[in-house]
């Protein structure tokens, strides 16, 4: 091994490596991918690592696209729940609401890397 490979990698090399990938991402683009991506792997030391790097970042652009694609149908529920009243609820809405506090708990895990509610 060399000594990149062993060294600890910190959040500035990550954001490098970011930016190489995606020389035109804006500083909060790259802040929060270096976020995503430390929390999607047990260490940053294995990004050092090309192939790694990218597997975990497909990874998790595509949970972060799934978990977009259900915050934005989740959306709209609430949106057509808000309008009606909460005394005569019915089981389904409470159910939207369910899930829309689970849509919700997966994008934080995401940002804070552990499981924040088990719905």
């Given at each position: 091994m060399n000594q990149q490979t062993t060294k600890a990698m910190?959040?500035?090399?990550?954001?490098?490596?970011i930016e190489r990938l995606?020389?035109?991402a804006e500083p909060q683009d790259v802040?929060?991918?270096?976020?995503?991506?430390?929390?999607?792997?047990?260490g940053l030391h294995s990004l050092r690592e090309q192939r790694a790097l990218h597997d975990a970042w497909k990874r998790t652009g595509l949970k972060l696209q799934v978990a977009t694609d259900q915050h934005a149908a989740m959306t709209e529920e609430l949106e057509a729940l808000a309008a009606s009243?909460?005394?005569s609820f019915?089981?389904?809405?409470i159910w939207i609401l369910i899930r829309a506090i689970k849509v919700q708990s997966q994008i934080l895990?995401?940002?804070?890397?552990h499981a924040l509610l088990d719905v």
């Open positions: 910190s959040c500035a090399d990550l954001a490098q490596q995606q020389p035109h802040a929060r991918l270096c976020l995503l991506l430390a929390n999607s792997v047990d009243d909460p005394k019915t089981q389904d809405q895990q995401m940002y804070v890397g």
